[in-house]
């Protein structure tokens, strides 16, 4: 199995919602209820604004029946500014869902970085990459701990 672990930056596609519920007496603030608001969009299947990643309804069914780890997938709201209507009219967004990630350390396929990075196992790259994630930059993690043998 491999032990190899990527760090992902995905594309950021608009901001937090005027809808979206969090406690921010914490660092990353705690996320109730998320709303995205997308700005523009490149197609990613995964994108994220801080603290929150969202993907496209087919990749997170991907995910689910790869049987990764490390993630829960519930509902995001989403909407878009006059800019987005006016750079894309007429658009219609694929579904998503929100990627709120469970992972608490390298054992899982998905965990955040101390720096609350976005980190993934090989195989979870392997799903990922068989979908749109042309603007996620990809960077080998670097040993935070490393992973338990």
Known sequence: ??????????????????????NTSVHPPEVFHFHHRFEGWLGDDLLKVFPCFLVSSALAKALEEARLVGFSLDEVEVSTSPE?????????LPEFRWLKMTGKDRNADFCLTPDFRLEVSSRALEVLKEFNIAHAEIKAAEGWPPPRA
Do not use: C, H, I, K
């Open 84 to 92: 987005f209507q006016e750079l894309y009219p007429g658009r219609t």
């Open 1 to 22: 199995m491999s032990t190899e672990r990527w760090v992902l930056y995905p594309e950021v596609a608009g901001e937090l919602g005027d809808n979206t519920v969090m």
